[in-house]
């Protein structure tokens, strides 16, 4: 039974979500405040975090930071802000992805089973395969349709990157440092650039992206 941690500061929402995940058989603990998570999570580590944003004591990126610095559980970021700003910042933080109220519940807990699979141990493969593409991550060679398709150093990385994570939402800011480095995190253009250059090589439709999909104003998915 895989246990979440809610953490919220309104109780109807708290409740709720107790209701419906105990119902789908997660073992659920709640926190109403960013200080009380902390120490929930610490005392009884949970397998998954469903976090507010906006708590009455500490800052939503504030209660992940705390989390990343001792934990790689995965963090359901729940905002009720229209501004993206504050979700990129959740994700640039550690989030790993995130649901807007008002939600739907099998939105929210079909996010849950993505990320528990994509946090499951699982043998190490150097391959992975999407549509017509093969991506030998150990031999660094790429496929389509069994024709080797040459990358440039910089779109092997970024690809590398996208694929290692499956399903996962990373922000502009997240690809731009791990890609391209620290000094890069605001070269927007660079990152537009390089994965319209993957959709042209590895989509079968570059204007209509089946696995390299864009999330407006937040970042980019690998979804295979």
Do not use: C
């Not at 309104?10 to 109403?32: C, D």
């Not at 949970?46 to 708590?55: E, F, M, S």
């Not at 610095?69 to 933080?93: C, E, H, N, Q």
């Not at 999407?130 to 069994?146: P, S, Y």
């Amino acid at each position: 039974m895989n246990r979440v941690l809610v953490v919220d500061d309104e109780p109807q929402i708290v409740r709720a979500l107790a209701i419906n995940l105990r119902a789908r058989g997660y073992e659920v603990a709640t926190a109403g405040d960013g200080g009380e998570a902390l120490q929930r999570a610490a005392s009884h580590p949970p397998d998954l975090v469903i976090l507010d944003l906006g708590l009455p004591d500490l800052d939503g990126v504030e209660v992940i930071t705390g989390l990343r610095g001792w934990t790689t559980v995965p963090i359901l970021v729940l905002s009720g802000r229209s501004d993206s700003i504050d979700k990129v910042d959740a994700l640039d933080a550690g989030a790993d992805d995130y649901v807007t109220k008002p939600f739907g519940m099998e939105e929210l807990t079909a996010r849950l089973r993505a990320m528990l699979r994509r946090n499951t141990p699982t043998e190490g493969t150097p391959a992975v395969e999407f549509g017509d593409v093969v991506v030998d991550l150990a031999t660094t060679r790429v496929t389509v349709q069994g024709r080797e398709v040459r990358l440039t150093p910089t779109e092997w990385h970024l690809l590398a990157v996208l694929v290692r994570h499956p399903g996962k939402l990373l922000s502009q800011r997240q690809l731009l440092t791990e890609v391209w480095g620290p000094g890069y995190a605001t070269a927007q253009g660079n990152l537009r650039l390089y994965i319209a250059q993957l959709r042209r090589k590895l989509e079968p439709d570059p204007s209509r992206p089946r696995f390299f999909r864009t999330e407006p104003g937040m970042g980019y998915r690998f979804q295979p």
